[in-house]
């Protein structure tokens, strides 16, 4: 499991340490040059051959970039799966269900001690929720809640007071509602046409 981008926002990582950050870099240095604003589209390339056009907008209004290959890397809870949709080439995102994740801020030493560098499930018959999974990282210990249908906050609320939860954490915690949580959407079929 990994961050996509730097966080939680509560973290104190660095900014450049994410996985987006890595590929970007890598990208740079074989060769690619770095053109950093908004794509608003992509268009076929003329007569319907292999290239296609990516349409960002710049101060002076939009331009276009010709490309040979365009490799879209977003992810579900982004707006731009409905950019690539509108492009015509056929893709449609996969369908989705809300989930829910939370970071709990631990110190290492009680990480390694209770988690080790295993991700842990659990399921404990609950109606709304199928599973949860638990997985380590650097000061934090990231939640999932992955649910029957979509779930919301009164989900988070209720699975971080059970005992089998608890178990797992020091003597006396209880879970911050400031503490990093979203409720983002978690893909439960394939993308048509995502190639």
């Known amino acids: 499991s990994i961050y996509r981008g730097n966080g939680p926002w509560s973290g104190t990582s ?10 970007l870099k890598h990208a740079i240095e074989l060769g690619a040059t770095l053109v950093h604003r908004r794509v608003e589209g992509i268009e076929p390339g003329p007569g319907g051959g292999a290239r296609a056009s990516i349409v960002y907008r ?3 209004g939009p331009e276009r970039l010709d490309a040979d290959l365009v490799v879209a890397a977003c992810g579900i809870n982004s707006t731009f ?4 949709e509108q492009a015509g080439f056929g893709y449609r995102r996969p369908q989705a269900k809300r989930a829910c994740q939370a970071e709990i801020p631990l110190p290492d030493e009680l990480i390694d001690a209770h988690f080790g560098n295993s ?6 018959g609950l109606e709304r929720i199928r599973f949860a999974a638990l997985v380590p990282k650097r000061g934090f210990v990231t939640l999932t ?3 029957r249908g979509d779930i919301g906050k009164e989900d988070l609320l209720e699975f971080v007071s059970r005992p089998e939860l608890l178990a797992k954490l020091p003597s006396g915690w209880k ?6 949580h979203c409720y983002p959407l978690m893909p439960v079929s394939a993308a048509h046409r995502a190639t």
Not at 81 to 84: D, F, G, N, S, Y
Not at 119 to 124: E, K, S, T
């Open 81 to 84: 799966p409905a950019v690539l």
């Open 119 to 124: 991700v842990h499930l659990l399921d404990l």
């Open 145 to 147: 809640l992955i649910g």
């Open 14 to 23: 660095h900014p450049d340490i994410s996985f987006d950050e890595f590929l």
């Open 175 to 180: 879970f911050d509602e400031r503490s990093c």
């Open 58 to 60: 710049t101060d002076d």
